[in-house]
Structures are given as structure tokens and as C-alpha cells.
């Protein structure tokens, strides 16, 4: 069973760059059809899709956050990656990977999500 943990800070102050890192376990990242996605829920708010990384790297962005959001990945330590740059408190969200198993499935597996606020 595939397993993904999200790490990093709880904290972060308004114009920084928030950097998030997916560790998973179970499962390569290079996968065959595999994709690998970040996704958001503010306070009181639905989901919101933030970007994926698919098995061979390819990335794809929400179009409302592009302009701030990279996904990268480091295949030697299975993980993946989520810069968000110029944080607002409208960032403040429970920040979830998640990734698809095979194209067209659901949401497979689940992190278990991670609180970040931003705050001065």
C-alpha cells in the first residue's frame, strides 16, 4: 500500500515562499502512469486542485495559482515537491498530497495533510 507523509512548516510569514515535500513509501514516484498531486482546502472552503507531477515528470497547474506554484520531484528520495511563492493569508489551508495510481482512477492514497498559516 502506498503511503505519503507532507512535511514542512506550520508557520509562514506573508510575501515568503512556502516549500512542502511529500515523502512516499509503498510506491515508486516513477510509476508508469502514476501521478502524484498537491492539493488544498482553506478554512471553510472545498478542495482546491493546486498541481501534479506525473511518473515522468511532467507538471500541471491550477491556472489560478500558476504564476506562484512549482512541483518538482527528487526520484532518489521518492518525493515530491510544492513552492508556493508570495504567501498571503488567503493561502492558509490544510495542504494534502494525494496521488492517482493509474490514469483515470480516483484519488487512490491520501496524505494526511498538513496546517499551514500564514501569519506575521
Known amino acids: 500500500q502506498v503511503q505519503l507523509q507532507e512535511s514542512g512548516p506550520g508557520l509562514v510569514k506573508p510575501s515568503q515562499t512556502l516549500s512542502l515535500t511529500c515523502t512516499v513509501s509503498?510506491?515508486?514516484?516513477?510509476?508508469?502512469?502514476?501521478?502524484w498531486t498537491w492539493i488544498r482546502r482553506p478554512p471553510g472552503k472545498g478542495l482546491e486542485w493546486m498541481g501534479v507531477i506525473t511518473y515522468d515528470g511532467s507538471t500541471f497547474y491550477n491556472p489560478s495559482l500558476k504564476s506562484r506554484t512549482s512541483i518538482s520531484r527528487d526520484t532518489s528520495k521518492n518525493q515530491f515537491s510544492l513552492q508556493l511563492s508570495s504567501m498571503t493569508p488567503e493561502d492558509t489551508a490544510v495542504y494534502y498530497c494525494a496521488t492517482r495510481q493509474q490514469v483515470g482512477s480516483g484519488y487512490d492514497y491520501w496524505g494526511q495533510g498538513t496546517q499551514v498559516t500564514v501569519s506575521s
Open positions: 509503498g510506491g515508486s514516484i516513477t510509476t508508469n502512469d502514476c501521478s
